[in-house]
């Protein structure tokens, strides 16, 4: 079974406008950290936002925000005031357990292309 | 911050040879790498964690001995392609934990190395 799933394969946003990437993962862990990274056609991982699942609240990076509903295994991203410079591939992550050396497991990813 | 240097950004070979790619951590000590493939337009599939001083551990599916990790210090660790084959061309990724044993520690990503094999 996938342990990240992201749904939406590509999207397209308005510039300036909000948009929300999907995130759901699976896990039996009780200890678990969420992670978001940007991956612009160069290639490089860049990372935006990090929730732990003890968190209590949503974790907010700038323009970044993480809607974690933890009942429904879910992690999803939100992009504000989209810009140009905001289109990439996006990839939802997890890591189990409270280790920082325990891999990272990534989901499909999705590319967001921002209009103007 | 924490940085991963990763070298060569791409490399063009003959199918038969060997590549080497490197990744060495700045500024930190990385006691673990891990070492991640992509195809294009797909996501990041782990192909082994390196730990410094001991043998890789290699994920289910991943030839150890076509895909050899060494992590012989605490700021390098190799992936050597052995006798690579045109399906072995993608791009390849290092990754580490910046060190400060957090749980909520990002991975530091190398810049990426886009294999071509001919």
């Known amino acids: 079974a996938q342990k990240i799933t992201q749904t939406q394969p590509g999207m397209f946003v308005q510039e300036k406008e909000a948009v929300t990437l999907d995130c759901t993962y699976d896990t039996s862990d009780q200890s678990y950290g969420l992670f978001w990274y940007k991956q612009p056609s160069s290639g490089e991982m860049i990372f935006l936002i990090y929730?732990?699942?003890?968190?209590?609240q949503n974790a907010t990076e700038g323009r970044y925000s993480l809607n974690f509903q933890k009942a429904r295994k879910s992690a999803n991203l939100v992009i504000s005031a989209s810009q140009l410079g905001d289109s990439a591939m996006y990839f939802c992550?997890?890591?189990?357990?409270?280790?920082?050396?325990?891999?990272?497991?990534f989901g499909g990813g999705t590319r967001v292309l921002v209009k103007p | 911050g924490a940085v991963v240097s990763q070298h060569p950004s791409w490399v063009i070979c003959k199918s038969g040879t060997s590549v080497k790619i490197e990744c060495r951590s700045l500024d930190f000590q990385a006691t673990t790498m891990f070492w991640y493939r992509q195809f294009p337009k797909q996501s990041l599939m782990l192909m082994a964690t390196s730990n410094e001083g001991s043998k890789a551990t290699y994920e289910q599916g991943v030839e150890k001995d076509k895909f050899l990790i060494n992590h012989a210090s605490l700021t390098l660790s190799t992936l050597t392609v052995t006798s690579a084959h045109p399906e072995d061309s993608s791009f390849y990724i290092c990754s580490a934990p910046g060190g400060r044993g957090v749980t909520n520690e990002k991975l530091f990503f190398g810049s990426g190395t886009q294999l071509s094999v001919l």
């Open positions: 992550a997890m890591r189990e357990g409270i280790a920082a050396g325990n891999k990272l497991t």
């Open positions: 929730q732990g699942s003890y968190d209590e």
